[in-house]
């Protein structure tokens, strides 16, 4: 079992950048998959980014060169530094872990990028 809590949502102007932080409730090492999606309005659940315990993260083309997913070991956490924001990724992020076939959602933080 995985609970996940999310932070560092908020507004932030095109071109600005913001530090979005999951905290789970247990060694990333005993999860099997950690990631990043989002959902804009009117459009469909997407995958931002995803993470395995040793291998090196995948990213979604419209944000590769902008976004970095940065695993943190020592404190159970999985961050997303996203740089050079765009009006487009407006959108509820939401951390996802999955663990032995069972999948775990955070609640969701908004990230508004409007000037």
């Known amino acids: 079992q995985v609970q996940l809590v999310e932070s560092g949502g908020g507004l932030v102007q095109p071109g600005g950048s913001l530090r979005l932080s999951c905290a789970a409730s247990?060694?990333?090492?005993?999860?099997?998959?950690m990631g990043w999606y989002r959902q804009a309005p009117g459009k469909q659940r997407e995958l931002v980014a995803d993470?395995?315990?040793?291998?090196?993260?995948n990213y979604a083309d419209s944000v590769k060169g902008r976004f970095t997913a940065i695993r943190d070991n020592a404190n159970n956490a999985l961050h997303l530094q996203m740089n050079s924001l765009k009006p487009e990724d407006t959108a509820v992020y939401y951390c996802?872990?999955?663990?032995?076939?069972?999948?775990?959602w955070g609640q969701g933080t908004q990230v508004t990028v409007s000037s």
């Open positions: 993470t395995r315990r040793w291998g090196s993260s």
């Open positions: 996802n872990a999955n663990q032995q076939g069972r999948t775990y």
């Open positions: 247990t060694s990333l090492y005993s999860i099997d998959s």
